[in-house]
């Protein structure tokens, strides 16, 4: 067989391997047979069309045994390691198929990570624990530009979106409450407005956000303003400077709970503001099998707050 023809010959089938390293560990046909559950003939037609393909012998026959060409022997480390390849490409199927492996890379918001999202990935972990976890916090513009070019696979982000590129499932919707310190006179209202807020001193949560607008806005709608003593960027935060005593904080009620204990109160806020919040995903392509997995936990969590509430 000249060079061209190797190279135009069909490429070497799996099973002829197999069949040949058998026949190298275990010394006979009849032995590497039974190892693949073929008979002996089976096993030797399989190793005499290996031999046709490749174009040289790789075993001697004498008197029904199989005696290995140099050749062979040159070749049986190579086809060693070859299997073996394949056998770790057959169990990394396996263990993706089964979830024994894999990276799912999340981004959520300060506020998330610190307040829901550990309670997400306990379950998820519980259920997938040979599946690595991987949260980041990002501003929005850096999130939606991972997303969208897949460098991670899913995020939390406050609705609207607006991109084209990202398409997200709504997972929790909530209103806003007011947190103070209990021994704040405001504390005595049931039910909190920006007209009563005006001139209080105020704890911000993202100046210069759209919910931070939206805030401004209401209290100019009233004829007042905020009294910012503080500002900040987490609920986490706002929550902690509010306990000092140190103002009012209006802040999505569903991440507030979590710090929400003496001596902090909270009180209805009115108008309310929504905060709806969506996992989302590139539009590029199907969410991987992970995502779907991590999708179903987020679902069961949200599902459960709100048969709590």
Do not use: W
């Amino acid at each position: 067989m000249n060079r061209a023809e190797r190279l135009a010959r069909r490429p070497v089938g799996l099973r002829a391997l197999q069949g040949f390293a058998e026949i190298m560990r275990r010394g006979s046909a009849t032995a590497a047979g039974q190892a693949l559950g073929l008979s002996q003939p089976g096993i030797s037609r399989l190793i005499a069309q290996l031999e046709r393909e490749i174009g040289f012998e790789l075993f001697y026959r004498d008197k029904g045994r199989l005696i290995p060409t140099n050749d062979a022997l040159q070749l049986a480390g190579e086809v060693e390691l070859a299997l073996a390849g394949v056998a770790r490409v057959h169990s990394l199927i396996d263990d993706i198929g089964c979830f024994n492996t894999g990276e799912l890379r999340l981004i959520a918001p300060p506020s998330f990570v610190e307040g829901i999202v550990p309670d997400i990935a306990a379950a998820f972990l519980k259920r997938l624990p040979r599946v690595r976890l991987s949260i980041d916090s990002r501003s929005i513009a850096t999130t939606k530009a991972m997303l969208a070019t897949r460098v991670v696979d899913c995020a939390f982000i406050k609705l609207p979106i607006e991109h084209p590129e990202l398409v997200g499932e709504t997972v929790v919707s909530s209103g806003s409450v007011c947190v103070l310190h209990e021994d704040n006179p405001l504390a005595r209202h049931p039910l909190l407005t920006p007209a009563l807020l005006s001139g209080a001193p105020f704890i911000m949560l993202g100046t210069g956000s759209a919910y931070g607008n939206e805030l401004r806005q209401m209290f100019r709608d009233c004829g007042g303003s905020p009294y910012i003593v503080a500002e900040s960027h987490t609920v986490s935060a706002a929550c902690a400077l509010a306990a000092r005593g140190i103002g009012v904080a209006v802040l999505n009620e569903l991440l507030a709970k979590t710090y929400l204990r003496a001596p902090l109160v909270a009180r209805p806020f009115n108008p309310s503001i929504r905060h709806d919040y969506a996992l989302v995903t590139s539009a590029r392509s199907a969410p991987s099998r992970l995502v779907e997995e991590f999708r179903s936990e987020v679902r069961t969590y949200f599902g459960n707050i709100s048969s709590i509430a």
